[in-house]
C-alpha cells in the first residue's frame, strides 16, 4: 500500500536525489582528470623531459667522468664510454684498484682486483645481458623496433617526488624498472637486476642473479649543446653520491683502443 508522503518527507527525498545527482556528474566530469596513465604515455613523457625523439637519437657517443667520497674518505672514480652500437666501456676505481667492463658487439671482458686485473671473457649470457648498454639514446626510445616490453606496473615514490614505475624487459629476460617522475618525465631511480650490473648475468662473484641493484639520479641539467643528463648519481652499495665532473656527447672516442681488454 503506497502511503501518501508528507511535505517534509517529499523535500528530504529531493535533497537526497539532488545531491546524488552532483556527485553522479562530478565523477563523470572529473575522470578525465584521473584517468590513468599508459605505459606509451609515460614513455612519451620522459622522451619529451629529455628534448625529444629526435634529439636522443642524435646521440652516437657519451663520454662521463665522476668522483664520490665514502664515509672513510677514499674517492671512488668513474669513467664511462659509450659508442652508439659499438663500444661500452666502464671503469670504476678504488683503494684496491680498478673494475674494468668492456662490451663490444662480438665480445665482452671483466678485469678485477680479485682476478689480479686480468681480463676475463664474459660467458655469452653475460654478454648477451649487457648488449643494452650499446644504446646511446637509451632503450626506452623506439623500444618496440628494438625488441623491447614495456608495461606500467605501479607507482614509486622517490626522494619525495611521485613517479610511475615503467618495467622494460629486454629480448634477453633482463629487465630494467624506471621510476619517471610525475611532473619533469626524469628517470629518478632505475632498478635493474644485480647480476646484469657489471657483467653479471650469471651471479658472478656470489652476487645473487636474482637480487635487485638500485641506481637514483638527481640534479639534471643541460649541457651547452641542449642534452639533457643527471649530474647526481648514487648507486645501490657505494653508500655515497657520484658527482659527474665530466660529461662529452658526440665527442670523438678511439674506440679501437678502448675495446682492447688491457689496462
Not at 654478454?127 to 607507482?155: F, H, M, R, S
Amino acid at each position: 500500500m503506497n502511503l501518501p508522503m508528507t511535505t517534509s518527507g517529499r523535500k528530504y527525498f529531493a535533497r537526497c536525489y539532488y545531491s546524488c545527482f552532483l556527485l553522479f556528474c562530478g565523477f563523470f566530469m572529473t575522470a578525465p582528470a584521473i584517468r590513468a596513465q599508459t605505459a606509451d604515455e609515460v614513455v612519451g613523457k620522459y622522451i619529451a623531459a629529455l628534448g625529444g625523439r629526435e634529439k636522443l637519437n642524435a646521440i652516437q657517443s657519451v663520454y662521463q667522468q665522476g668522483v664520490a667520497v665514502m664515509a672513510n674518505g677514499n674517492e671512488v672514480n668513474t669513467k664511462s664510454w659509450k659508442v652508439q652500437g659499438k663500444l661500452y666501456r666502464n671503469e670504476i676505481s678504488f683503494g684496491m684498484g680498478s673494475v674494468i667492463v668492456i662490451v663490444t658487439p662480438n665480445g665482452g671482458w671483466i678485469s678485477s682486483p680479485r682476478d689480479g686485473g686480468t681480463f676475463k671473457a664474459m660467458t655469452g649470457d653475460q654478454l648477451k645481458n649487457l648488449q643494452w648498454q650499446l644504446d646511446c639514446p637509451g632503450p626506452l626510445v623506439d623500444y618496440t623496433a628494438k625488441g623491447n616490453k614495456v608495461e606500467l606496473i605501479g607507482t614509486d615514490t622517490v626522494s619525495g617526488n611521485e613517479c610511475y614505475k615503467l618495467k622494460l624487459t629486454f629480448p634477453s629476460g633482463e629487465y630494467v624498472i624506471y621510476s619517471i617522475d610525475k611532473k619533469t618525465g626524469y628517470s629518478l631511480r632505475e632498478t635493474r637486476k644485480a647480476g646484469g650490473m657489471m657483467g653479471g648475468g650469471g651471479g658472478g662473484g656470489g652476487r645473487n642473479p636474482n637480487a635487485e641493484f638500485k641506481i637514483e639520479y638527481s640534479d639534471f641539467q643541460k649541457t651547452p649543446d641542449g642534452y639533457i643528463f643527471p649530474n647526481t648519481i648514487v648507486a645501490g652499495g657505494f653508500g655515497a653520491k657520484s658527482s659527474v665532473e665530466k660529461l662529452e656527447v658526440n665527442k670523438p672516442i678511439d674506440v679501437a683502443t678502448l675495446s682492447k681488454p688491457s689496462n
